[in-house]
C-alpha cells in the first residue's frame, strides 16, 4: 500500500505525516490492519528497538475532585463506586511504588485527584519523592497533579520529580464538551510550565469519547507541536457512575490503528498504551506492543488492570523484553532536543541519555478515566472516516472492574 511505505519512509526518517495521512491511517479497513501494524512496528523498532518501558501508577489521592472531566470516576458528582481516599502517608506511596520497581517498572507515576496542587501538596509529593528515592534512588518520578501555578513545577523539580505529566486528552475544538470547569488553553499552559521547570513533559490523548477522526489527528498533531517526550493513549473506560457511562465505541482493530497513526506521527517519542488497554484491546494486546514503547504494569488508578506477572509474561511472549533502568528510553537525539527546549538539562528534561531521566508518562488525572475516539470500525478505503461511520463496539462493562488492592487499601499492590 502507498500510504503505508510513504509512512514508514518518513518515519525512518523523523518526518511529520500530513494530516491526510494521519487520517487515512484510521480509516483502512479491517483486512489491511496487519499490513498497518506491521508497519508502524518498523517505525517503532527504528527508535525503541524491541524494548517496553513500564511505568507504574500510584494513586495518591482517590476520588473527591471539584472538577468536571466526563470521562473521570473521580468527578465531581460521580456515582462510580471507586476506593475514596486524601493523601497517602509517604511511607504508604513508597511502599506501593516499591512493589511496582520489584515488579520491573523503570518509573513511578505519583498521581492525585483535584484541580490542582496546593503548596501544602507540593510538600507532601517532595516527602513522597524523597521517600521512594531513598529506597530506590534510580527510579524514576512523574507527578501527575493536575494545574500547576506559580513556582510550583520548579520546587517539583528541586524535589528530584523527572518528568510531569498533564494530558491534553483531546481536540482543543471539542474539550468543552468533556469538561467546563478548566480549558483546553489551562492544559496547554501546565505542560508548558512544566516544561519550562526541566521536566520532562508526559501528555496524552483518551480515544473513544465520541470525538471524530479529526479530532483524534488534532489532539496527536498538538501533541507533536507542544514537544510532549512521552504520548499516553488512553482508551476510554466507560465507568457507570459518570456521564460517558454508555459510550462503548471502540474495536481492538479500531485501537490499533490508532495507536499506529500515533506511532507515525510521533516516530520517535515515548508512545505509551495507558488507560483501557485490557477492556479495549483485549486478546489483541500484544499487537499493541508492535506500536507502543511503553506500558503501565498491574493496575491503573481507579480500576484494576491485568496481574502484573500476565503483563511481564505478555512482554515476553510477544518477543519483546523490558528496559532496564541503566537504558535510555528516548533516542538520544531526543534528549538532547528536550534538553534544548527545556534551556538545559540539570537532571531532568529529556529522556534517557541525560542522568537517566527520560519521557514522561501518561497517567495522571485522567490516565484512566476514559478517553475515547468515539467511532471506529467501519473502515474502509482511505478516505476520512466521519464519526457517522464508525461501528459500534458492543457494551463490555463485565470488563470494568474497580480497583479494590493496592494503594488506600490493606491489600497487596498488584505488580
Ligand atoms: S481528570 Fe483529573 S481534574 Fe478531571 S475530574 Fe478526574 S481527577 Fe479531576
Same mark, same amino acid.
Request: hydrophobic share 40%; charged share 25%.
Given at each position: ?15 511529520? /505525516?500530513?494530516? $491526510? ?8 479497513? &479491517?483486512? &489491511? ?31 473527591? !475532585? ?5 470521562? !473521570? ?26 512493589? +511496582?520497581?520489584?515488579? +520491573?517498572?523503570?518509573?513511578? =507515576? ?31 518520578? !512523574?507527578? !501527575? ?86 504520548? /499516553? ?18 474495536? /481492538? ?16 517519542? $515515548? ?26 504494569? +498491574? &493496575?491503573?488508578?481507579?480500576? $484494576? +488492570? ?10 515476553? &511472549? ?35 541519555? =541525560? ?28 478516505? /476520512? ?31
Amino acid at each position: 500500500m502507498d500510504l503505508l511505505d510513504t509512512l514508514v519512509a518518513k518515519g525512518l526518517n523523523r518526518e511529520l /505525516p500530513t494530516r $491526510e495521512e494521519a487520517l487515512a491511517v484510521l480509516a483502512t479497513a &479491517d483486512d &489491511d490492519l496487519l499490513d498497518v501494524v506491521a508497519a508502524a512496528g518498523k517505525v517503532r523498532r527504528r527508535w525503541f528497538g524491541r524494548r517496553v518501558k513500564l511505568n507504574y501508577l500510584v494513586n495518591l489521592k482517590s476520588g473527591l !475532585c471539584p472538577e468536571d472531566c466526563t470521562y !473521570c470516576s473521580q468527578r465531581l458528582g460521580s456515582k462510580a463506586e471507586i476506593l475514596k481516599y486524601t493523601w497517602l502517608k509517604p511511607e504508604e506511596a513508597a511502599q506501593a511504588a516499591t512493589a +511496582g520497581v520489584a515488579g +520491573g517498572a523503570k518509573r513511578v =507515576c505519583l498521581v492525585a485527584s483535584g484541580r490542582g496542587p496546593t503548596d501544602r501538596d507540593i510538600d507532601r509529593v517532595t516527602d513522597t519523592v524523597n521517600a521512594i528515592k531513598e529506597a530506590d534512588p534510580g527510579v524514576e518520578i !512523574c507527578a !501527575c497533579l493536575g494545574l500547576l501555578s506559580g513556582n510550583q513545577a520548579e520546587r517539583l523539580a528541586a524535589a528530584g520529580v523527572d518528568a510531569y505529566n498533564h494530558n491534553l486528552n483531546t481536540s482543543e475544538n471539542t474539550y468543552g464538551d468533556i469538561s467546563t470547569t478548566h480549558t483546553y488553553a489551562d492544559r496547554v499552559d501546565t505542560v508548558q510550565q512544566a516544561h519550562g521547570a526541566g521536566l520532562s513533559a508526559c501528555s496524552g490523548l483518551i480515544a473513544g469519547m465520541g470525538e471524530s477522526a479529526e479530532d483524534l489527528v488534532d489532539v496527536v498533531f498538538a501533541l507533536r507541536e507542544l514537544g510532549s517526550d512521552s504520548v /499516553p493513549v488512553n482508551f476510554l473506560i466507560p465507568f457507570e457512575g459518570t456521564p460517558l457511562a454508555k459510550e462503548w465505541n471502540l474495536t /481492538p482493530q479500531h485501537c490499533l490503528r490508532i495507536l499506529a497513526m500515533v506511532r507515525f506521527v510521533h516516530p520517535d517519542t $515515548e508512545v505509551r498504551i495507558a488507560g483501557g488497554r485490557e477492556v479495549h484491546l483485549r486478546s489483541l494486546q500484544p499487537l499493541g506492543l508492535h506500536l507502543a514503547n511503553s506500558i503501565f504494569l +498491574g &493496575d491503573y488508578l481507579t480500576s $484494576e +488492570g491485568q496481574a502484573g506477572q500476565a503483563d511481564l509474561d505478555m512482554i515476553k &511472549d510477544a518477543g519483546f523484553v523490558v528496559e532496564g533502568q541503566g537504558e535510555a528510553s528516548l533516542p538520544r537525539h531526543r534528549s538532547e532536543y528536550a534538553e534544548q527546549l527545556a534551556g538545559g538539562c540539570g537532571g531532568h528534561g529529556a529522556a534517557g541519555g =541525560c542522568g537517566g531521566h527520560d519521557a514522561a508518562e501518561g497517567a495522571g488525572c485522567g490516565t484512566e478515566a476514559g478517553a475515547g475516539c468515539g467511532p471506529c470500525g467501519g473502515h474502509a478505503g482511505e478516505a /476520512p472516516a466521519p464519526a457517522a461511520d464508525v461501528t459500534e463496539d458492543e457494551s463490555r462493562t463485565d470488563l470494568v472492574k474497580v480497583r479494590r488492592r493496592g494503594a488506600g487499601t490493606e491489600l497487596a499492590p498488584n505488580a
